[in-house]
């Protein structure tokens, strides 16, 4: 992705929509769409899930204040690789489920690498792949693909539980549940990583 030209061709949008909804999966689609699994998995409490979200919304909060300097003073290339593979990494901390304290911390470090790393970075991008004159459609596109995106994924993620799990969910053992859901994890990182790895040599 260059930022000297229009962002015109079709594998470019593709890419920000990809990447736009990917680096989003392990911090809210997962829980979203696995709530009491992952309140189960992590031995967490609705509270507690809660405070991983709070934390999250302060450094995002912060993060949205300056991160569109550091987007005007840097390619969003760079920025959304650079964020699309820390945001991964902080997936395979995830998936060893770790303390609660580790995790919120996690989440405070995605409010980093997913907006201030990131969103002013994919803000720029899509309005520069829009032109003077594509703005509304550039903007459609990437909303209406980041959620068709999301659902497709959701779905997989389900299925990967699904097919790991044993057929009795209720009687599965916690370290069963353990081992379907850090696969749905690792799904995520892969996906996050190989979106990354495409931004890259685009």
Known sequence: MQTHKSFGSISQIILLILAGESIFILPFVIPRIFRPTYLDVFKLTNLE???????????????????????????????????LLLTASGGVVISNFPSVMVLQFIYGYWGFTTIFLFW?????????WGGASKQGIAFGFL????????????????????????????????IERQNAFSNVILFAVILAC?????????
């Open 120 to 128: 002013g970075a994919m803000i720029k991008a899509t309005r520069i």
């Open 194 to 202: 190989s979106v990354g790895v495409c931004v890259f040599f685009s």
């Open 143 to 174: 909303e209406g693909g980041r959620g068709f995106v999301a659902a497709t994924i959701g779905a997989i993620g389900v299925y990967i539980f699904s097919i790991i799990l044993p057929d009795n969910f209720v009687d599965a053992l916690l």
């Open 49 to 83: 899930l809660g405070s991983c979200f709070s934390i999250y919304g302060i450094v995002a909060l912060l993060s949205y204040l300056y991160g569109g300097t550091l987007a005007d003073k840097y390619s969003p290339r760079k920025l959304i690789v650079a964020s």
